[in-house]
């Protein structure tokens, strides 16, 4: 399995890394495919076809604002969340992309009518699919490809779907699964950081610890921004942001008045994800509906637990990252896939390794605090109200972020020796998504979205 770190750890934009981040990424990747085809000269305008979940939940998703974003050139790192109104204005205002024929013809797009919504339709390959074609003045195709937002941002076209894609690289210790990275610890007294460490070095990356620091850096300045800013939510709901008054309330509180230290980690999580929904920069972690978790976690850790900022931090990230490897690798971090347990169960189990490992945890601790991590996750559904990540998303990061302390907290005190392992709970957590109802994996068409009144 020879996936980087920073495959997981992605900087994008909210609301949701699979209906967001992964239709601009889609786009982005399209329109670099049209300028370097032939089929460019001949391309008049351009259609996007959205397919199942991504066009269910795609406008509360942002999915037609993310596809545009994409055409226009814009990627989910590097986009400046401020910019994006005055970037659509323009799109709306000229109906042209910033594309051009070689012969200075411009690309015609009208998001209004060529983003297309198949409410009833899902393609046979994934619950995420998106067409995107070049036509011709005549309407014909010229080019056209199919795009599957598998969760995360990774985005894989129809060849590569289903295909487990390995970089011809010869890693020191690869890994398949949990007891194979255990061996690898036990076998060369190395712990879980090091191994992964060890691995991204091989696949290539510079400056790893660097960009360790960078992924915390944006996450810890969701928080601030989060914490700081109040006011309404986009959105049908019109959704009051409680970040603010919960940090406002607990300032002005006494230590021996606060719930031990876990109103932090309510403030923290709430913070993120009141960003994310809101269209802010944040980390996919290992995807933006759950991206309040690892942070939370880890702020929590800084605040009351740390001794040494910068070695906690490399050692949480690493480990929390080859968990979510895993899971990447033998089930799914979808919830059109598999549920929410593919979201916030997969960041409690990371987030609880990654702070077993931090607090000093042998690596049987770290693989027990994940196995624990996720097993009380098992079955979580995903039932957005109107399509927006925010309820109950948010409110479901503060308690991932509460479940993985307690997690960590239960395989501290033990000996690591338990009778469910993570391989088990991972296989487990696969079957019972693709058993799951597709009305509770991200179609608003069950749970709380249809039991409860939007107003």
């Keep these: 399995m020879a996936h980087s770190i920073f495959d997981l750890f992605k900087i994008g934009v909210g609301p949701s890394s699979s209906h967001t981040v992964g239709p601009m990424v889609a786009g982005n990747r399209f329109i670099k495919l049209l300028s370097n085809s032939t089929a460019l000269t001949k391309t008049s305008h351009l259609q996007v076809n959205l397919y199942g979940s991504l066009a269910l939940t795609g406008k509360g998703h942002a999915t037609d604002i993310a596809s545009t974003l994409g055409l226009m050139s ?73 795009y599957f937002s598998v969760g995360g941002g990774f985005v894989l076209d129809k060849e590569q779907l289903g295909t487990d894609v390995q970089l011809s690289v010869s890693l020191p210790y690869p890994f398949e699964n949990a007891k194979e990275l255990l061996e690898h610890c036990q076998e060369n007294q190395r712990s879980i950081t090091q191994i992964m460490l060890a691995n991204e070095k091989a696949l290539g990356t510079d400056d790893i610890l660097e960009k360790i620091a960078q992924m915390w850096q944006v996450m810890s300045a969701c928080i601030e921004r989060g914490i700081a800013t109040g006011g309404v939510l986009p959105g049908s709901l019109k959704l009051k942001r409680r970040a603010y008054d919960m940090h406002q309330r607990l300032i002005g509180t006494s230590q021996e008045e606060q719930f031990d230290t876990l109103d932090w980690v309510n403030l923290y999580a709430m913070a993120v994800n009141e960003e994310n929904a809101a269209g802010g920069r944040v980390v996919t972690a290992p995807t933006n509906g759950a991206a309040g978790v690892i942070p939370a976690v880890i702020a929590w ?25 895993l899971y990447k690798k033998n089930a799914s971090i979808s919830a059109a896939e598999v549920g929410c347990q593919g979201e916030i169960g997969v960041a409690c189990s990371m987030a609880a390794a990654g702070l077993t490992a931090a607090m000093g945890g042998t690596p049987e601790q770290v693989e027990n605090a994940a196995e624990i991590g996720m097993e009380h996750n098992l079955g979580l559904t995903c039932d957005p109200i109107n399509g927006l990540v ?66």
């Design 390 to 455: 925010q309820v109950p998303c948010i409110e479901r990061n503060t308690m991932g972020a509460l479940k993985a302390i307690n997690a960590s907290r239960l395989a501290m005190q033990s000996d690591g020796i338990h009778h469910v392992h993570l391989d088990d709970v991972i296989k487990t957590m696969h079957q019972t998504g693709l058993d799951m109802m597709s009305k509770y994996k991200e179609t608003s068409q069950g749970g709380l979205a249809i039991n409860v009144v939007a107003c």
């Design 74 to 146: 814009q990627s989910p790192d590097l986009v400046n969340p401020d910019k994006i109104p005055e970037l659509l204005k323009n799109i709306k205002e000229t109906q042209k992309l910033p594309l051009c024929r070689k012969d200075g013809v411009a690309i015609r797009f009208n998001p209004k009518t060529d983003i297309v919504f198949n409410f009833s339709a899902f393609l046979p390959e994934h619950p995420n699919g998106m067409t995107i074609s070049a036509l011709n003045e005549s309407g014909e195709v010229v080019l056209q490809q199919t």
């Design 301 to 325: 850790f800084l605040k009351f637990k740390s001794k040494n900022d910068q070695q906690g931090i490399i050692e949480f990230m690493t480990t929390a990252a080859a968990i979510g490897l």
